[in-house]
């Protein structure tokens, strides 16, 4: 690697400022007093003084925005616009032009926390140095620091440059704050090769753990005739990576593919076309690491590597039906809650129990059982069973179960800190309708379906109401729809209930 620079040009004076926040500003020490002083309503706000835009088109001062909130570092040189050469040393962000009056010659840069310009009294020491006075064209130059990594270079100098040229005007001067606007190469679009079902492309992570950009495009995607579901191997040889992704018109539709069979998925994701706006929205394949195990080192992260896309003759994986063993159980016996959480959760539930000082389980379905009996469902049986749970555990969860009616049959589910009351009926086409208090359930639905090939889905009602109106919003759900006759034995009642958790969470 080049000798890290450290220069520009000769004569810079440096400054170093603490810093905590998003802005910067610059102006001269005799404008502070009119600076800080409100012309209108606009007090101004964290180190902002107020009326800034028509102070700044004065050229009263001259502010910037910063991308991450680290301590300043800037370099202040007076002087003729810089040459090509002397820029060469590194690489910079499109440079910003501004205007600035600097009528006494004593040059303030200040952060946020450092301001003695704004509404707030500051917390640090901001910066200054003295130039000659005069009016000036204010350059404002930022290190490109993707570019530096992109091309293995090192710079050691300041990470913004303030270039004071005289002879400004207000016909330069910045209309607001002069902002933050990354530039990244875009030679990457299009450079790609294609020979059979494999691709000699480029690869963009943009962090460690969770994404990544393929350079390739709709062309790409047509001359290679990807279907979704559709699996690409990445090999990125400068990190030792092999992602595998399922391919589709958008992330949640690839979820829904099975993982390809005999093929090492170890890292796995999904992948869709999308438009970058990191890139004047050049289109590119979009890639989510969902597995990710390996962090990609900070030197191979925001460039682009080489690697290599090869689309796999894979076939999906086959899933088995998930059938849980069934226990016999006592629901009311489980220490699944502290005695005050019941009556919290269940308030709108069972009428009267949020006046309790506390809600003990055989209580609550004591109560639960006189509910569902009113509506001609009386409690059949109470069976456990274990579900998996991220890091490997094994969750218990215990459903007493209710049969009687026609259109629907009921359940009371539980697991330590959660219940779920609720009424269930499943369609004629396989799929389930089921209503009552079951936010986190839905959440659960939700994300297990977003994971999983498309099939049979849950349409979920969450009520937080008494059981009969729980009951008539269900009836209003299932109206119109075909729906089959509810189970009214015990093993019919828990083949159904069966269906309906292989439905909602296989």
């Not at 606007?181 to 679009?189: G, L, N, P, Y």
């Not at 099975?258 to 869709?272: K, L, M, Q, R, W």
């Not at 597995?291 to 076939?315: F, I, Q, R, S, Y």
């Amino acid at each position: 690697m080049p000798k890290a620079k450290s220069v520009v040009r000769a004569g810079g004076v440096p400054l170093e400022v603490s810093n905590s926040g998003l802005e910067v500003w610059i102006y001269d020490d005799a404008n502070r007093d009119e600076l800080k002083t409100a012309r209108g309503e606009d007090e101004g706000a964290g180190g902002m003084p107020p009326d800034f835009v028509a102070k700044t088109l004065e050229g009263l001062i001259v502010g910037y925005s910063l991308m991450q909130d680290d301590g300043l570092s800037v370099e202040v040189h007076v002087g003729a616009p810089f040459t090509e050469k002397e820029l060469s040393v590194a690489r910079w962000l499109e440079p910003q032009v501004a205007f600035l009056k600097v009528p006494s010659g004593k040059l303030c840069v200040e952060s946020n926390d450092a301001s003695r310009i704004g509404p707030e009294d500051p917390g640090e020491k901001g910066a200054s140095t003295t130039v000659p006075k005069g009016d000036y064209r204010l350059t404002l130059y930022r290190v490109d620091h993707e570019a530096l990594d992109r091309e293995g270079l090192e710079w050691k100098g300041a990470q913004e440059l303030i270039l004071l040229t005289p002879g400004g005007s207000t016909a330069e001067a910045a209309e607001y704050l002069l902002p933050f606007e990354q530039r990244r190469d875009t030679s990457w679009v299009g450079k790609y090769t294609i020979k059979g079902k494999t691709i000699d492309a480029l690869v963009w992570f943009p962090d460690r753990w969770d994404t990544f950009v393929l350079n390739l495009d709709s062309t790409t995607i047509a001359k290679l005739a990807l279907k979704p579901g559709a699996y690409l191997r990445t090999t990125v040889p400068a990190t030792g990576l092999t992602l595998v992704t399922t391919f589709a018109d958008k992330w949640d539709d690839a979820r829904r593919f099975p993982p390809p069979d005999g093929v090492d998925i170890t890292e796995f994701g999904y992948a869709a076309l999308s438009p970058m706006q990191d890139w004047n929205g050049a289109e590119a394949l979009f890639c989510r690491r969902d597995d990710g195990k390996t962090k990609v080192e900070d030197n191979n992260v925001t460039v682009w590597l080489p690697c290599t896309v090869e689309v796999l003759d894979a076939k999906p994986r086959q899933t088995k039906e998930t059938t849980r063993r069934f226990s016999d159980a006592t629901l009311k016996d489980k220490a699944y809650f502290d005695p005050g959480f019941l009556g919290f959760i269940l308030s709108d539930v069972l009428p009267g129990v949020g006046d309790l000082d506390e809600l003990l389980l055989p209580e609550a379905i004591k109560r639960f059982d006189k509910a569902f009996d009113d509506l001609i469902l009386i409690p059949l049986c109470d069976v456990s069973w274990e579900e998996d749970a991220p890091g490997g555990k094994k969750v218990e969860f215990t459903a007493r179960l209710y049969t009687g009616r026609d259109e629907c049959f009921a359940m009371v589910m539980a697991q330590e800190g959660n219940i779920h009351p609720g009424l269930l009926t499943e369609r004629a086409d396989g799929q389930w309708i089921v209503t009552g208090l079951l936010d986190d359930m839905e959440r659960a639905i939700r994300d297990a379906e977003s994971r999983r090939p498309a099939g049979p889905k849950t349409t979920v009602t969450c009520v937080d109401a008494n059981v009969r109106e729980t009951f008539e919003s269900h009836l209003e759900a299932i109206k119109g729809v075909e729906i089959k006759n509810a189970p009214t034995t015990r093993a019919a009642v828990e083949g159904a209930f069966q269906r309906f958790l292989a439905t909602a969470f296989a």
